[in-house]
C-alpha cells in the first residue's frame, strides 16, 4: 500500500481519538502507520529535504486541520485530545473528513482564507498548482526541487562551454569547500599536470596532508566507459595509490560503475548531476539570490513554571 495523502489520514486519526483520552502525535502515528499497514520501507520513506519522514509530516497537517475545524484541540506539548464537535462527527458516521469536509466550519473556513495566498508557488513566471492531497511542506519542497533541477541543468550547459583548464580549477576549487586539501593556496601547489597519462592531478585528503587523492577530471559529452576507468586504475596502480576521484561533466556506463567494485583501489565516480549537486551544496558556482525560513511555535518558550 502506497502512503497515504494526508486528508486520507483524517478520518481514521479522529475515530482514534473517540476514548477522549489525551494521544501523544507520535503514538499516533505508529497507530496509523499500522492501520494503513505502511511497511517499514514506507514508515522511513522522507521528504525530499530528508529532514522528516513523509508520513510523519502528513499525520501532523491532518492533524492541524482537524485543530483548525475544533474536531481536535491541543493539551499539552506533542498531545491533543477530540473534542466534542468531533466527537459528534464521528457519531453521525461520516463516510469520508477532507479539506472540503472542514469547510462547514467558521474556524476553518477563517484559517483557509488567512492561507488562500499561499495556495501558489510561482517559479520562473510559471504558476504552479498546488495539489490538495500534498501537505505544504510537500509542495514547498517540490517547488525547491523544480529549481535545483533547473540550476542543475543550467550549471552543466555553462561548465560544458569552459575549457578543461578551467574545469580542473573549479574540480579543485569544489574539493577544497568540501574539506579536501586545506587552503586553496595549499591545494594549489599539490594539484597540477602529472607525467601520468591517467592522472590530472593530486590533492591531500586531510589539511595534514596524511593521505593524498589523485584526480582524473573529464568534460565529456559521450558517458564514460570501463576502459577509462581501467586506464586511471592503472595509473593509480603505477604510483602505489590506494585512492582516486574520477569526474565527469556526463555520465558512467553500468561497466565502469561494476568496474570500480570490484578493484582494490578505492574510486569514487563523479557524474555531472553529482557534481553539480556538490557544487550548489558547497556555493561553489552559485550564489544564493533568496533565503526563506520556515519557523514553527517554540513549545518550550510556552511552559507555565
Known sequence: MSIPDYQAVMLPLLKFTTDQK??????????????????????????PSGRQATFDNRVGWACTYLKKAGLLESTK??????TNRGYEIIKSNPVDINAKFLKQFPEFLEFQNHTQQSEKYVAHGN??????????????????????????????????????????KLVVDLLVKMGYGGTRKDAGKTVGRSSDGGIDGIINEDRLGLDVIYIQAKRWENSVGR????????ALQGVRARKGIF????????EAKDYVSRIDSKIVLIDGETLTRFMIENNVGVTPFAIYQVKKVDSDYFTDN
Request: glycine residues 2%.
Open 22 to 47: 489525551e494521544h501523544s502525535l507520535r503514538e499516533t502515528i505508529e497507530i496509523l502507520a499500522d492501520h494503513f499497514c505502511l511497511t517499514e520501507e514506507e514508515r522511513k520513506e522522507l521528504l
Open 127 to 168: 504558476e504552479i498548482d498546488v495539489s490538495t492531497t500534498r501537505t505544504p511542506e510537500e509542495d514547498l519542497e517540490l517547488a525547491i526541487q523544480k529549481l535545483t533541477q533547473e540550476l542543475t541543468s543550467d550549471l552543466l550547459q555553462i561548465i560544458k562551454k569552459f575549457s578543461p583548464a578551467f574545469f580542473e
Open 227 to 234: 576502459p577509462e576507468i581501467q586506464k586511471f586504475a592503472g
Open 247 to 254: 569526474i565527469t561533466t556526463s555520465t558512467f556506463t553500468n
Open 77 to 82: 506539548r506533542g498531545y491533543f485530545q477530540i
